[in-house]
Each structure stands twice: as structure tokens, then as C-alpha cells.
């Protein structure tokens, strides 16, 4: 089957909106990729990589500095422990790096930005200088602070925490266990901790007039798992199809989709709440529909990833300034999502019957809890009660090692509750019994042992 393209006239569009970011935000270079299917399915760059019109031209294989993105490695390096049976996510960081003012926190803290950890160093502007070892960031020294648990507080110094954790439990460094782990099975060849082979110049754009200055490049040393890794769009458009389901031997998909739980809502006075922190993802909830990903930032360069978590479909985009990117990310995303919509999977009577439902088709139709009307249907493997989204609404799945009639809550109000079917001596649906409450087919069926009892005069 030959790999999904996008149309002439998509593609063109792309281009331009990719080509107008790039003259109106005054950026030497910008290359960027859309995923679909985990696969690039579309690329362009433009610019030069030190900005001059007879420059040497941006494409798909430039390295640009992600910044910010290298934390979603990092976090994938600590899933992966806590999935070996390494640490759990509620241990105390102490437990596995002593010798911190903020051993307390717990690793999942600390991945949601959650942990009330300081945003940056003591020193210097620490993304502009070589970065010196643990010892000397510890001895600094840092701290929180507020109250762990209190809020949403971005901190790079817990990353640089993060990244000793993953350091000490491999005794190895951080961006070895990524590169082993991580970018070797996936094939992110172009994938580095400095820049290797064709790479644009980190550059700052004057603010009042078009002349540019030179940013410095180093390792950060502690603080490197924070932003330290560069990489180029195809690379970048191999991590968007890990993000959207595509993860290989790397990591369990459940484990992935833990990671995008919003576990801290960043909560921005004056705006809705719509972005908030899993275990190392950012994610957004714009107008109901979800996406996951990162942002990134260093000095001469910026650089964004998105995927969206529906369909998969993801963007990525990365540019040499240090400010000026708008939010060409999502406008990819939007207007190849408009002009190509995602493939829809067709229907076909017997999902059901694969899933092995078709000794419940009993149990569709009109339920009631208490007095409130409740429809359930079956979807594939799938038992819905009322409308996820909606009020309690959620999804059920079957939990085969129980019984036939035992489900679990997949979303919503239900989520990990138990439902079990009652059955009557002939075999047929009494009632439901859900998380203490009773569906009954009729408004409290006297005929179901409603808890409480039903008045004996009923209905009047």
C-alpha cells in the first residue's frame, strides 16, 4: 500500500502559510513537517541557515535546537523505569537521587511541573552558558519554590533532576539512555546533543531593524536535559508519530496515553483553562478536541511539535530565533485537517460479534437510574451508557477474567468502576448494577432490589 500523500493544491497551501510565518515573523529559516499514518507526509523549509539571501537554504535534514521538547525524551527514559518496576511515580525523588532541598517531591511532581520546584537556576543565564555538574547546581543551591501539589510552576531544574535519575539508575548519562533506548529503535539518526552536519546558526533578529546577531551554543551541563537536543524535521515527524500511537518496541501504548492525562492545568489569569501538563507532555483541549506535544525554546532558536490525539495527526516546526514564532504549529494542524480530513474507518456488522458481544445485545436500549432516562448500546467492544462527554456518560469494557458480565469504566464519571450485569434465572438482563447504583429497565423496579426500597404504594 503506497504511503499517504496530500493533494497538489493541500500542499501548496501548507507552503505558503509556512513561507508567510517566515516573512512575518522576520525568521532566517523555518522547516516544518506533517505527519499522518506515522509518516511525514508533507515538508517544506524556508529561509537560509544564517539568514542572508545567498545563504546556504533550509530543508528536512537541518538540524535546529529543539529547546524544551528534549524533556518529552527524558520523560519517556523515567516511564520506562517505572514500567521495569524501577521506581514508582509516587516515590520521593530523594529515594533515588539524596541530597536535594526538594527530595519531597514525587517523580510525578516533578514530570507535571507540578512539584513547586524553581523555574531556573541561581547562576547565570543558564542557556547561555556552559553548565557546570549536578554537585555544583545542588550546591547552588535549589529549591522550591511553593507547596508541592499547590500548582502548575514550569521548572527546567526539575528536569535536570529528572535527567540525574535516569542518569543514576543506568549509570550511564541521560542522553546515552536516550539514544539506546530511544532514538536507536525509532531510527532518529539525526538526533544530537550538539549540532552534526548541516545545521542552522542559532540567530536573534534585532527587534527594530533587519540585522542579526549570533547566539552562543554549549553544553548546559546538569541543566541539559531541559534543551539540550538537536534534531531536524524528519526526526522530529518520527517523535510526532511516536506521540501519535506509533511507538514501536519503545514504550506500551497505555503508558503513552497515561502521559497525556492532564495531571496540572496551567492556569493563566484572565484566560480559560485550555493547556495543562501530563508526565512530560503539555497538552490542549481547544474547542473539545485534544492535542499533545511540546514547545521549545533556547537562545537563536525555537521550535514546536503537536499531534492530534483523535487521529494522530501531528505537526512539527522549527526555526533559528530566538523570539517571533507565531502559531504556525497549529495553524498546519488546522488547515490540513480542513483540506484533508482523516481517513474514516468503515462499519462493518460484525465488530460486534469479533469482540464477542453477541451474547449482550440484551443489554442495549433504555436503562433508568432512579428516574433519569440512560440509553446503552453496543460499539465493538464496547458497552456505552449514556453519551461520554456528557453529563455521566462514559464507555465500558469487558473484564473477561471476571465473567461475561463484568465491565469496567473506560472515561467519564465511571472511569475504573465496576458495572455488572444481573441477570435473571432465564438467562435475560434484571438490571445493572454500577459503582453502588442500580439501572433497572422500568424507574425504580420494584422487581430489582432497588437499595432503599420502593415505596409500596409506587407511582402516584
Known sequence: MSPYRPDAATARHLSHLLATEQRTHRLPSVAAGVVRGGALVWSDAVGTLDGRSDGVAADADTQYRMGSITKTFVAVAVLRLRDAGRLGLEDPFERHVPGTAFGDVTIAQLLSHGAGVQAETNGPWWERTPGGSW????????????????????????????????????????FDVVRRDLLVPLDMTRTTTRPAGKAAQGLAVHPFADVLLPEPEHDAGAMAPAGQLWSTTTDLARWAAFL??????????????????????????????????????????????RYAGHGGSMPGFLAGLRVRLDSGDGAVVTANATTGMGPVVQSLLDAFAEREPAPVAPWHADAGADAGHADAVDLGGTWHWGPAVATARLEGEHLVLGEPGQARGSRFVRVAADGPDAWVGLDGYYTGEPLRVVRRPDGTASHLDLASFRFTRTPYDPAADVPGGVDEHGWR
Open 135 to 174: 554537585a555544583e547546581l545542588v550546591a547552588s543551591p535549589v529549591g522550591r519554590r511553593f507547596e508541592q501539589g499547590r500548582r502548575f510552576h514550569y521548572t527546567n531544574v526539575g528536569y535536570a533532576a529528572l535527567g540525574e535519575l535516569v542518569a543514576r539508575a543506568h549509570g550511564a548519562s541521560w
Open 244 to 289: 501519535g500511537g506509533d511507538t514501536g518496541e519503545v514504550l506500551s501504548r497505555d503508558t503513552l496515553a497515561e502521559m497525556c492525562e492532564p495531571r496540572t492545568v496551567n492556569d493563566l489569569p484572565g484566560q480559560a483553562w485550555t493547556v495543562a501538563h501530563g508526565l512530560g507532555w503539555q497538552v490542549w483541549n481547544l474547542d473539545g478536541v
